[in-house]
């Protein structure tokens, strides 16, 4: 049971380069969440999804964006990356019971120069 | 509009002496809390909630809706202790939760 899987651990992007964070959770949670965590910033919601084809905005979507084609996968796209979108990229799924039973990935860290 | 405030960004303290991580909420309803944990080099795991009352790693928190605060307190730190701490809220209804801005703790040799 390998809980939230993400890839990469790290990567360096060049500005206006788009790439794809994966995301994969084997526990068929319908809950999955994508979070960004700045320095001093604390983790900020990016966007969610509750379900297979249901997807809905976060705190701060702008520059991103999200399918959720199948129960497991819930990968996040970044179209055109800029400096701003530097940070570390955390996935976390639960399931329908109850909000406290968040399992997070490993974490995406990302530099954008 | 829901809040966590996490007025300590760091958090320094020697090992053996008292701890205290502030959390702060705002919040009109009923709210659910939850302290989070993330060791260097790993991922956020759930450390306690308030409505299971208990004792993890031998930190405890009480919810004090008179002053709308959720307290993550341990007696004697260890340097194991050292961490990022996050409080979260689960507003009713809502199907996400919100985070505060995360505390580091530093325990002292």
């Known amino acids: 049971n390998a809980g939230v899987t993400q890839t990469p651990k790290f990567r360096i992007l060049k500005i206006g380069q788009s790439m794809t964070l994966q995301c994969t959770q084997d526990m068929n949670h319908n809950y999955m969440y994508w979070y960004r965590q700045d320095p001093g910033m604390g983790l900020k919601l990016i966007y969610y999804s509750v379900g297979a084809g249901i997807t809905d905005k976060g705190e701060v979507p702008n520059g991103y964006n999200v399918s959720r084609s199948t129960t497991e996968d819930f990968p996040l796209r970044l179209e055109l990356a800029a400096p701003s979108q530097t940070s570390v990229y955390f996935c976390a799924s639960r399931n329908s019971r109850g909000l406290y039973g968040y399992t997070f990935g490993s974490g995406t860290r990302l530099t954008v120069v | ?109």
């Open chain 2, 1 to 109: 509009a829901q809040r966590v405030t996490q007025p300590e960004k760091l958090l320094s303290v020697f090992k053996g002496a008292p701890v205290e991580l502030k959390c702060n909420y705002s919040y009109s309803g009923s709210p659910e809390l939850f302290w989070y944990v993330q060791y260097s080099r790993q991922r956020l795991q759930l450390l306690l909630r308030h409505i299971s009352r208990e004792s993890i790693k031998g930190f405890t928190a009480d919810l004090n809706k008179g002053e709308t605060s959720f307290h993550l307190k341990k007696p004697f730190a260890q340097e194991e202790d050292s961490a990022m701490y996050y409080c979260a809220l689960a507003p009713q209804g809502a199907q996400k939760l919100v985070f505060g801005q995360g505390t580091r703790l530093t325990i002292n040799p």
